[in-house]
């Protein structure tokens, strides 16, 4: 498979005449994507943990690296059925913290790699495959300027999202390769769709597969779908596909009684087909998300949709991909439209063939204005590169200006990593109870607290015995006893005023006196 992958990206490539002279546009994309990847490696271990899903997620992998059990993921010693995605992402953290890699950097450092990993992707995409350096700098450039993608919950955090991206993205590029049969390699197409496939639904489950549908209509529109269903490869593998999946949730199952039920609630009827956790939003959300967070790429879907509809174009290459990208963007965004539960950054993965749709609209944008008028050779080539750049580079500039300096959605339980961690060099080995009544959440959890749960377990790692307790539980005399939160600050203070009490933002921490019962 590597090999034919190799020998298809080295390919001989026939640029498109009219951008081959200007050689800077490379040069651009390179340094904006090292700016961008220097960015998010020095934030990599700044920054609090989200409460949602990271804390969680940070949970999981802490656990597994821990436990040994692989196969299922676990919160507070026991098998987690409301995080019920797959564990491919929560593998590779763990894995990482095996290595001895830090832990808040073994959690984000995946979502970094596969977001920096898709923008080169969908790079050497337009610069390869469809043989045009304008639209494989700027896709990456709109790429790199979605707030959408470089943001919470994506680049930035340890949560599935940037994982899944990168992977639904190879699969419906791989896909391209197979149904044109570019460079005879559609063979190999094939197979990387169906390995990335497998991937994307063990990254984040059904949503690894909501893409699906776009790919069965891009077939339809390029009359190829009795092609493909005469192709005895393309059966093989679907089942191969469908028994790697099947097999994985089947042995779940099996070594975690209410998995598969639990799934069936959480990602379709209690997802898709219900409001989960209040996350209700009108039809036009996703529209509303793509105008705020990808506002670049919106600007520039008219030129994209102009594209599709001139003529005589569309035997080439930069059609074919473009129909590719609008079908499955666009029929990912009705499906997610159409779910009960909305949150913004579910389209993540429509947003990498919503930038190649629109690059290439706007790379080819001179040429469509020939055929549609008669002034053949007047267009300004090298103006309207340096005024697309510059707009893409500066809306980057923007995106990554936002998400330095936006507000953090701080909470009194982010400080539990400096508080232990103060408690650590002061020679403090415990026990230490973390009193904290949890913050409230829509899933109606009772004291959740995953945030002190994580660096408690972190600081056990470093011989740091950590017990959570809620306020009401009893207080054992002469501990060690801290919290974060200011309810149990206030209770402890009228119920178990600690001995010489030190502070360290909103925490404290000491003992409890010897004649506490």
Known sequence: MLTGLIETLSSPIRQNTSYSSIRWLNGVTLFALLIYALTLVILLGHGPLELYDESRNANNAIEMAHNGHWLATYYDGAPDHWNTKPPLLIWIIAALIKLGMPAIVALRLPSVLAALATVVLIYLFCRILIANTAAGAWSALLLM??????????????????????????????????????????????????????????????????????????????????????????????????????????????????????????????????????????????????????????????????????????????????????????????????????????????????????????????????????????FPIRAWAVAVTGFLVAMSVWTLYQNEHQPQSLIPQDQYGAVLGAMERSGIKGPVLLVDDGVATTANFAHYNPIGSFYGKLAAAHGIQVALRSPQDQIAANAWVTTCDPKSAAWLQREHPLENPRTIGACVYGETPQDER
């Open 145 to 378: 300027s979605s707030a959408v993608f470089f943001g919470p919950h994506m680049a930035m955090n340890g949560d599935y999202d940037a994982l899944l991206c990168f992977f639904t993205t190879v699969y419906c590029l791989a896909f391209w390769v197979y149904v044109e049969n570019i460079e005879g390699r559609a063979r190999w197409g094939l197979v990387i769709t169906a390995g990335a496939l497998i991937l994307a639904v063990m990254t984040k489950g059904v949503a690894g597969a909501l893409p699906l549908p776009g790919l069965l209509l891009y077939v339809v529109l390029r009359k190829k779908l009795a092609a493909v269903l005469r192709d005895w490869r393309f059966w093989l593998a679907l089942f191969l596909v469908a028994a790697a999946i099947a097999g994985y949730y089947k042995g779940r199952d099996l070594v975690d009684p209410g998995y598969a039920k639990a799934v069936w609630q959480n990602e379709l009827t209690g997802r898709y087909m219900a409001v989960n956790e209040g996350h209700r939003r009108k039809a036009l959300f996703f529209a509303r998300v793509l105008v705020d967070k990808f506002t670049p790429g919106v600007l520039l879907l008219p030129l994209g949709c102009l594209f599709l509809i001139r003529p005589a174009i569309r035997a080439g290459r930069a059609y074919s991909a473009a129909i590719l990208c609008a079908a499955t963007s666009l029929v990912l965004l009705l499906v997610l439209s159409k779910s009960q539960t909305k949150i913004w950054y579910y389209c993540g993965p429509a947003i990498p063939l919503l930038a190649i749709w629109c690059a290439i609209g706007c790379a080819e944008f001179p040429d469509t204005l020939r055929r549609f008028t008669s002034r053949a050779n007047s």
